[in-house]
């Protein structure tokens, strides 16, 4: 089965700073890498995907970028701000399966 | 868009209680549907895939006679802890992949065993 592995698993910054969070997969058949953020309760929600043919994608403060003959995936927060405080986890799909990985919490100190 | 609906929200109850969770696909057939747990500061566990009209595949180390689950239809699938213990209390979550889109989550269900 697919082993992910996800760094660091927690990270602090000051608000403004960027943010960056790193994803390992092993599964060479991934083909989707979406990136989820989860605040304590509640369902994880996608904040940016992208597709094994693509290099890096960006949604105005958030980017990923995929390099997949090295099968790693990262999350990119610029100007970070205390709302992006919260889990984030990768969850590479192969098939119609995501598997997570282990999560990082972020914190924005004001 | 696609939504997935799961209830209960939250669960209370006795040790050796079963607690029957649903999660329904609202616009969408759902032929397959994921269950997770995830237990405090952990990350999403798959526990087991549901299959419309077969039998689940279940992950190792998950007790099937334990975690009942049922896919009858396109757009139902139900998850039963069936003798339910204070080491079963966690969030359990079902999601449900739709073609080529991101897959649909539920709004989990937080089960506590007293």
């Known amino acids: 089965g697919e082993n992910v592995e996800q760094h660091p698993s927690t990270l602090s910054v000051q608000e403004g700073d960027s943010a960056v969070i790193k994803c390992t997969y092993s599964?060479?058949?991934?083909?989707?890498f979406p990136w989820y953020k989860q605040e304590l309760g509640k369902r994880p929600q996608l904040i940016i995907d992208?597709?094994?043919?693509?290099g890096e994608k960006k949604d105005q403060r958030i980017a990923v970028t995929l390099n997949k003959t090295a099968k790693h995936f990262s999350l990119h927060i610029t100007e970070t701000q205390p709302e992006d405080s919260a889990v984030y986890f990768c969850?590479?799909?192969?098939?119609?399966?995501?598997?997570f990985g282990g999560g990082t919490r972020l914190m924005v100190k004001p | 868009g696609a939504v997935v609906s799961q209830h209960p929200s939250w669960v209370i109850c006795k040790s050796g209680t079963s607690v029957k969770i649903e999660c329904r696909s609202l616009?969408?057939?759902?032929?397959?549907m994921f269950w997770y747990r995830q237990f405090p500061k952990q990350s999403l566990m798959l526990m087991a895939t549901?299959?419309?009209?077969?039998?689940?595949?279940?992950e190792q180390g998950v007790e099937k006679d334990k975690f009942l689950i049922n896919h009858a239809s396109l757009t139902l699938s139900t998850l039963t802890v069936t003798s339910a213990h204070p080491e079963d209390s966690s969030f359990y979550i079902c999601?449900?992949?739709?073609?080529?889109?991101?897959?649909?989550f539920g709004d989990g269900t937080r089960l506590s065993i007293l």
């Open positions: 999601s449900a992949p739709t073609g080529n889109q991101p897959q649909h």
């Open positions: 599964d060479s058949a991934s083909n989707y």
């Open positions: 992208i597709r094994s043919n693509v």
């Open positions: 969850a590479p799909q192969a098939g119609n399966m995501l598997t």
């Open positions: 616009d969408f057939q759902a032929t397959t």
């Open positions: 549901s299959n419309e009209g077969s039998k689940a595949t279940y």
